[in-house]
């Protein structure tokens, strides 16, 4: 079993729409979470990040985590063709007394015009 | 405020060649990771540098060797080259001091092994 589950899409919405995407973890140590946006050809851009269970809110984004069930969320509000990427969510915890990051496998975003 | 660079962009090997690839951190940042993301997957671990020494490592074979210089820019070098290791390759670099080090990327170098 992967420590980090994401599905993979592709997701395709309208424009204006809201989008949720999601990602499941086994690991109980993981104390950050982090939304990474990624365009094709390019590197991984951090959009939002999160320590506690709760909301935040950053714009048209909102991350939500919930580590009673291992379970996170981006919601992206009035979504834009602009937002057609690949959505990452990416997990921390401390290994060996460094900060260990882990990937999701990434959701392919397509809002359609 | 440049961001993190990586060059070469693209990269074209054929099996058992070696490759060396470069990053320059962020302004400010004093560590350096290196990832693999191959096709549909997310960015899988390699390695990580601090104080020019190898402080962390993902679970990838001995071919995969780096080296942080003082002025904390990066190399990752990959020997006796593999199909497998065609792949997306990003640097990504934080600051040490910060409770969550926040990784910020470049945009990569893309290696294809024929």
């Known amino acids: 079993q992967k420590e980090v589950e994401q599905d993979p899409g592709p997701l395709s919405v309208p424009e204006g729409a809201i989008v949720s995407l999601n990602c499941t973890y086994s690991n109980s140590a993981f104390q950050y979470f982090m939304w990474y946006r990624q365009y094709s050809r390019k590197g991984p851009e951090l959009l939002m990040y999160t320590y506690s269970s709760g909301n935040k809110e950053d714009g048209r984004f909102t991350a939500q985590v919930d580590k009673s069930s291992k379970y996170i969320s981006l919601f992206i509000r009035d979504s834009q063709p602009s937002d057609s990427a690949t959505y990452l969510c990416a997990m921390s915890s401390y290994s060996g007394g460094y900060q260990k990051v882990t990937f999701g496998t990434g959701t392919k975003l397509q809002v359609i015009p | 405020d440049a961001g993190v660079t990586q060059s070469p962009t693209h990269l074209i090997k054929t099996r058992g060649q070696q490759v060396t690839l470069r990053c320059s951190p962020k302004?400010?940042?004093?560590?350096v990771s290196w990832y693999q993301q191959a096709l549909g997957q997310g960015p899988q671990f390699i390695f990580q540098y601090y104080e020019e020494e190898e402080r962390q490592r993902g679970n990838f074979p001995d071919r995969f060797s780096g080296h942080q210089f003082p002025n904390y820019s990066s190399e990752l070098n990959v020997n006796a080259l593999l199909l497998g290791d065609s792949a997306l390759y990003l640097c990504?670099?934080?600051?040490?001091?910060?409770?969550?080090?926040?990784?910020?990327f470049g945009s990569g170098t893309q290696l294809s092994v024929l």
């Open positions: 990504a670099s934080s600051f040490e001091g910060t409770t969550n080090e926040k990784l910020f």
């Open positions: 302004s400010g940042h004093d560590t």
